[in-house]
């Protein structure tokens, strides 16, 4: 079945640091490949998403690359802030599965001033 | 921005109760989905729906029921809440099913629960 495996958290970094939060993922087929973020207190909202190979996803300063050669999608920012304090959640979707978001356990991360 | 509500946002409630935690979408989505979240963050499929009159169970074991009579709205009932229903619970709506390729999830802001 499907499963993805990101890094283990807590995650905690100065303001302007670079942010990498590895994502690997398992599954049959084309899934497209996700990332989801979680501020305190609150619901999840799309960061970014790919649909094919080679795909790249960005939003607010984020970027992820599907690589399919290496079943990874790594979400990264060059120079977190404060305001990215939040639990990331790496997903996919289709790749066999018929009925479900197949996520990673979430990683929290946390930006200090 | 999505528009999906849940309702109410936190709800404190006594062991034995009944429970009804509510969400709706004006999107007009077929397939909802409900998702508990434990203290360690993780995320279990309890319910979903492909539609009116639609309902199955997903991963995690759950003793809440679920009904879709209307499009719009997928509630979660508790027939006597107990402390080990305490816990986030996070609704869902997609307009295609999660198993095709490029189908997004939208989420509401979560009701967090507390059975004392």
């Known amino acids: 079945g499907n499963s993805v495996t990101q890094m283990e958290g807590p995650v905690t970094l100065s303001e302007e640091a670079f942010l990498t939060i590895n994502c690997t993922y398992t599954?049959?087929?084309?899934?497209?490949l996700f990332w989801y973020v979680q501020y305190p207190g609150e619901g999840l909202q799309l960061l970014l998403k790919?649909?094919?190979?080679?795909d790249k996803g960005s939003n607010k300063g984020f970027e992820a690359t599907y690589r399919k050669e290496t079943t990874s999608f790594h979400l990264e920012k060059g120079s977190v802030q404060v305001s990215d304090s939040a639990v990331y959640f790496c997903a996919l979707s289709g790749g066999g599965s018929n009925y479900k978001l197949t996520f990673g356990k979430g990683t929290l991360l946390t930006v200090n001033p | 921005e999505a528009d999906i509500y849940q309702t109410p946002r936190y709800l404190v409630i006594g062991t034995g109760k009944k429970i009804t935690l509510e969400c709706s979408q004006t999107?007009?989505?077929?397939?909802m989905y409900w998702y508990q979240q434990d203290p360690g963050m993780e995320l279990h499929l309890i319910h979903y729906s492909y539609g009116v009159n639609s309902t199955e169970k997903g991963d995690l074991s759950s003793e809440s029921t679920v009904s879709r009579i209307r499009t719009e709205h997928f509630p979660l009932t508790l027939e006597s809440a107990r402390p080990s229903h305490t816990s986030q619970y996070l609704c869902?709506?997609?307009?295609w099913g999660l198993g095709r390729s490029n189908t997004e999830a939208f989420f509401g802001q979560g009701t967090r629960l507390t059975v004392v």
């Open positions: 999107m007009g989505h077929d397939k």
């Open positions: 599954a049959t087929g084309y899934p497209s």
């Open positions: 790919a649909t094919k190979a080679d």
């Open positions: 869902a709506s997609s307009e």
